[in-house]
């Protein structure tokens, strides 16, 4: 049974929500004209912020190769150096509705925190949800000193975020928990080449054609190297050549790649919750899971980067999932049935972006088919693409939300209420890091140094190419009107 949009006036809307539920009225729920009854007897389940692809990266890491940009644009952005501020900045967003009369319940972030698997990316992940202090600077300082930018400018300047919001630090409010999942490029070398342990030790990750000589492309990428091929640094910002000999850089020990374990052994040792966020036991070998964040809601956070096989130097951006990985998700679903839950997805890629090829079980089509043989499924919740696009599942709603670092530099609020027959009602907008509708929380010292950087990708014209490219139609990466704002009704 499809999912039916909503043609609503505001004051029909918070009518039904303020009678059901007291709620204040919402900051999200569009004005619409109404031909359609909102059914009585809402209850509000939960609301969810959604965040995608922050992709913090130290662009100054040896394991990086930017020359590769003329390729594709994850290589290297002229505003990536923002990475961590922009996070930030959205997280002061989520704040703000969190503290402005419509708490947040729980925050999902559908993988690619990192950019490059480094640990140090991923300290600086945690250290800005934690609200402690940021040094986003790996190497020299190769800049005139009397040219550098005031420090609230300077993207490479150290700065202390607010954090994700917690009770007793930003005010009286509960803490937002937060949950994660993996992505490729939590996972693989620039998301993309597996990292392999060498008998002496190292972790590279080998590139195709390993063998070359290798004096203009680089054959591994190495973090711990004290070469680099393109070296991109304050002084030198980029772009560089795609053809270039390789260049000395200052050696770092906190750029060495993690693993699977040790990400998760990170998510134990934050100061907001829940300790592992999602993930049980760094020692257990399964990377997905099952939590119950509020009453009446079930959570399963997908590893879609799950292989059965993969070989060194091929390329892996693209999801996959495992059998064993099925048949638990179709064991969480039944109990959740059984218990009367709605059950959200997570997931790092899209079922548009999973197939059998490449070490994977299971394709797009085979997992959307499971998901809609319960009824109980509200939504599957999706990053990857850097978009924003809402798709009707038939029974479930697909929900991709784009990046936090490319434009359109956004995060998702849902809204999950449940009517007395079972029926369900999402309500969905996305929200800026600049946005100005909501009320101030505290300081905001690095508002400008982010709209830098909002104008620095807004004036990519390689990535506007591409966008084009990719989507001739211009949706993408904001998305249609319907994929940033609705309300839909799924009826059970």
């Not at 009585?40 to 692809?53: C, E, F, K, M, Q």
């Not at 990535?463 to 949706?475: C, I, L, M, V, Y």
Request: proline fraction near 9%; include cysteine.
């Amino acid at each position: 049974m499809r999912a039916r949009r909503l043609r609503l006036g505001t004051a029909a809307v918070l009518g039904v929500l303020l009678g059901c539920a007291g709620e204040e009225p919402g900051l999200l729920l569009p004005g619409r004209e109404s031909d359609t009854e909102l059914p009585p007897g809402l209850t509000l389940v939960a609301r969810i912020a959604h965040i995608s692809d922050t992709q913090i990266v130290d662009e100054e890491s040896p394991a990086r190769f930017a020359g590769a940009q003329v390729i594709t644009r994850s290589a290297w952005r002229p505003y990536e150096s923002y990475s961590t501020q922009l996070f930030d900045g959205v997280l002061r967003s989520v704040n703000r509705v969190h503290a402005a009369g419509r708490p947040i319940d729980f925050l999902v972030f559908t993988g690619d925190a990192c950019d490059n698997a480094q640990s140090n990316e991923l300290d600086w992940v945690l250290r800005v949800l934690d609200g402690d202090f940021v040094d986003p600077l790996t190497g020299p300082d190769d800049r005139d000193p009397a040219g550098r930018p005031d420090p609230l400018r300077d993207p490479h300047a150290g700065f202390l975020p607010q954090g994700l919001y917690r009770g007793g630090v930003h005010g009286e409010l509960a803490s937002i928990p937060w949950y994660i999942v993996y992505g490729n490029h939590d996972v693989y070398s620039i998301g993309v080449f597996p990292i392999l342990r060498f008998p002496d030790g190292r972790e590279l990750a080998p590139l195709p054609l390993e063998f070359r000589p290798g004096f203009v492309l680089p054959v591994r990428l190495d973090p711990l190297a004290s070469f680099t091929h393109g070296r991109v640094t304050p002084g030198d910002p980029g772009p560089p050549e795609f053809l270039e000999v390789a260049l000395p850089v200052v050696p770092n020990a906190e750029r060495a790649f993690f693993d699977r374990r040790e990400f998760v052994r990170a998510l134990f040792d934050t100061t907001s919750g829940p300790p592992g966020h999602g993930f049980a036991d760094p020692e257990t070998e399964s990377s997905w899971y099952s939590v119950r964040p509020v009453e009446g809601l079930r959570l399963i956070g997908l590893d879609s980067t799950d292989r059965t096989v993969e070989f060194p130097g091929l390329f892996y951006s693209e999801g996959a999932v495992s059998r064993r990985q099925l048949a638990y998700l179709r064991d969480e679903l039944e109990a959740a049935l059984a218990l009367g839950e709605i059950v959200i997805v997570l997931s790092h890629h899209p079922t548009t972006s999973l197939d059998r090829d490449g070490g994977g079980e299971v394709d797009g089509a085979e997992l959307r088919a499971v998901l809609n043989e319960f009824p109980n499924v509200a939504a599957h919740l999706a990053g990857h693409t850097h978009r924003n696009r809402v798709t009707d599942r038939g029974g479930y709603l697909e929900i991709e939300t784009a990046s936090t670092l490319d434009l359109p530099q956004e995060w998702r609020l849902l809204e999950i209420w449940r009517d007395a027959d079972g029926g369900v009602v999402i309500a969905y907008e996305v929200f800026s890091h600049l946005d100005e509708t909501l009320p101030p929380l505290g300081d905001d010292p690095l508002r400008d140094l982010r709209a830098d950087a909002r104008d620095l990708a807004a004036g990519d014209k390689t990535d506007a190419t591409r966008r084009k490219r990719f989507d001739p139609s211009g949706a993408d990466p904001y998305g249609r009107p319907a994929d940033r704002r609705d309300v839909r009704f799924l009826p059970r």
